[in-house]
């Protein structure tokens, strides 16, 4: 090789790194973030929670028919949908919206007597169920008659166990309206125009920022700080709270960074030149699992409280950095209130 040739191979070695570092990141339209969340998360996601809904409705009936070991097969099957259903809960897009099935699968905290209310209601006349209200309604109920301490086993209450029974097949029917609405939400994903571009990325930060809003204050601040009566945590009564908290987490991530070569948040921003933007919110991120990591099983002990001071502490962080960095970098108007999308 001449001199020329060497030279020339000495500056391409130093200016690719630096060429690679200031290449521009690919353009990513948020209609690329939505459809390819929905393909590699929401869709799939809805059609595994029920399908494991319909499992724990089977392992119920098998439980009001006196099978030896039904109710503790319902219980592993109820932990199964819980989780299913947490990693599933912060990101409310498409079908979820438009069929309001969190409201009517996940309505928590739990309220024991309108439950029992109802398991009498339903006992009397089987067939009239629009009067059951939501919050008699969904997982959380199911955890009620399944776990609470208080209950006999429900084999011993068939009234209850019919109703446990109903609750999973009500539950199941609602999941069923939100999968079937998935391909008609991903197609029109691909003909979407600037104004629909413009409403995805506004509606899709704001979801985000309500979303890490529910995991600060509805699952962590209210219920260990509550106005009366001991702090209950989701899912306290079957042990499966943290490890609820780590599935919300990992669907909320997936929201904001994607994975596996698929999209997030982050991207689009990257793709419009917020770089430093984006890797502040990669950083916060790994801060709140840091912290998440950091909290203990049961986390709503009084020794656990340093703990869960710092999760939420690195929660509204997070939460400031999408409300008000992120909103405005990408031109976004923040109006997402609590409880907008469950």
């Given at each position: 090789?001449?001199?020329?040739?060497?030279?020339?191979?000495?500056?391409?070695?130093?200016?690719?790194?630096?060429?690679?570092?200031?290449?521009?990141?690919?353009?990513?339209?948020?209609?690329?973030?939505?459809?390819?969340?929905?393909?590699?998360?929401?869709?799939?996601?809805?059609?595994?929670?029920?399908?494991?809904?319909?499992?724990?409705?089977?392992?119920?009936?098998?439980?009001?028919?006196?099978?030896?070991?039904?109710?503790?097969?319902?219980?592993?099957?109820?932990?199964?949908?819980?989780?299913?259903?947490?990693?599933?809960?912060?990101?409310?897009?498409?079908?979820?919206?438009?069929?309001?099935?969190?409201?009517?699968?996940?309505?928590?905290?739990?309220r024991p007597a309108q439950i029992e209310r109802s398991i009498a209601q339903y006992a009397q006349n089987p067939a009239d169920t629009a009067r059951i209200g939501l919050s008699a309604r969904g997982l959380p109920a199911i955890e009620?008659?399944?776990?609470?301490?208080?209950?006999?086993?429900?084999?011993?209450?068939?009234?209850?166990?019919?109703?446990?029974?109903?609750?999973?097949?009500?539950?199941?029917?609602?999941?069923?309206?939100?999968?079937?609405?998935?391909?008609?939400?991903?197609?029109?994903?691909?003909?979407?125009?600037?104004?629909?571009?413009?409403?995805?990325?506004?509606?899709?930060?704001?979801?985000?920022?309500?979303?890490?809003?529910?995991?600060?204050?509805?699952?962590?601040?209210?219920?260990?700080?509550?106005?009366?009566?001991?702090?209950?945590?989701?899912?306290?009564?079957?042990?499966?709270?943290?490890?609820?908290?780590?599935?919300?987490?990992?669907?909320?991530?997936?929201?904001?960074?994607?994975?596996?070569?698929?999209?997030?948040?982050?991207?689009?921003?990257?793709?419009?030149?917020?770089?430093?933007?984006?890797?502040?919110?990669?950083?916060?991120?790994?801060?709140?699992?840091?912290?998440?990591?950091?909290?203990?099983?049961?986390?709503?002990?009084?020794?656990?409280?340093?703990?869960?001071?710092?999760?939420?502490?690195?929660?509204?962080?997070?939460?400031?950095?999408?409300?008000?960095?992120?909103?405005?970098?990408?031109?976004?108007?923040?109006?997402?209130?609590?409880?907008?999308?469950?």
């Amino acid at each position: 090789m001449g001199a020329a040739h060497r030279l020339a191979a000495l500056l391409l070695a130093l200016v690719a790194p630096f060429a690679a570092a200031t290449a521009p990141a690919p353009y990513v339209m948020p209609s690329q973030w939505m459809a390819a969340l929905t393909d590699a998360h929401l869709a799939p996601g809805y059609a595994e929670l029920g399908e494991r809904v319909a499992a724990l409705g089977a392992a119920l009936q098998a439980t009001c028919a006196g099978q030896p070991g039904a109710q503790a097969a319902a219980r592993v099957r109820w932990r199964e949908a819980q989780l299913a259903l947490r990693a599933l809960t912060p990101l409310p897009f498409g079908p979820v919206l438009e069929t309001r099935v969190l409201r009517r699968i996940d309505f928590w905290p739990t309220r024991p007597a309108q439950i029992e209310r109802s398991i009498a209601q339903y006992a009397q006349n089987p067939a009239d169920t629009a009067r059951i209200g939501l919050s008699a309604r969904g997982l959380p109920a199911i955890e009620y008659l399944l776990f609470d301490s208080g209950r006999a086993p429900l084999a011993e209450h068939p009234a209850a166990c019919r109703y446990a029974v109903w609750l999973a097949h009500d539950a199941a029917g609602a999941l069923a309206d939100t999968t079937a609405g998935w391909p008609a939400w991903r197609a029109a994903l691909a003909d979407a125009d600037a104004e629909r571009e413009a409403r995805l990325i506004g509606d899709g930060i704001n979801i985000l920022i309500g979303s890490t809003e529910l995991l600060r204050l509805k699952y962590l601040e209210k219920p260990l700080r509550p106005r009366s009566g001991p702090a209950e945590s989701d899912a306290w009564r079957s042990g499966a709270a943290r490890d609820g908290l780590l599935a919300y987490f990992a669907g909320l991530r997936a929201g904001l960074q994607g994975g596996e070569g698929r999209p997030g948040l982050t991207a689009v921003m990257r793709g419009r030149g917020l770089l430093a933007l984006g890797e502040r919110i990669d950083a916060q991120l790994d801060a709140v699992g840091v912290a998440l990591d950091a909290l203990p099983g049961d986390f709503a002990d009084e020794a656990a409280r340093p703990a869960a001071d710092a999760l939420m502490t690195e929660l509204g962080r997070l939460q400031r950095l999408l409300a008000e960095d992120v909103a405005e970098a990408m031109k976004v108007t923040v109006g997402f209130g609590e409880n907008d999308g469950d």
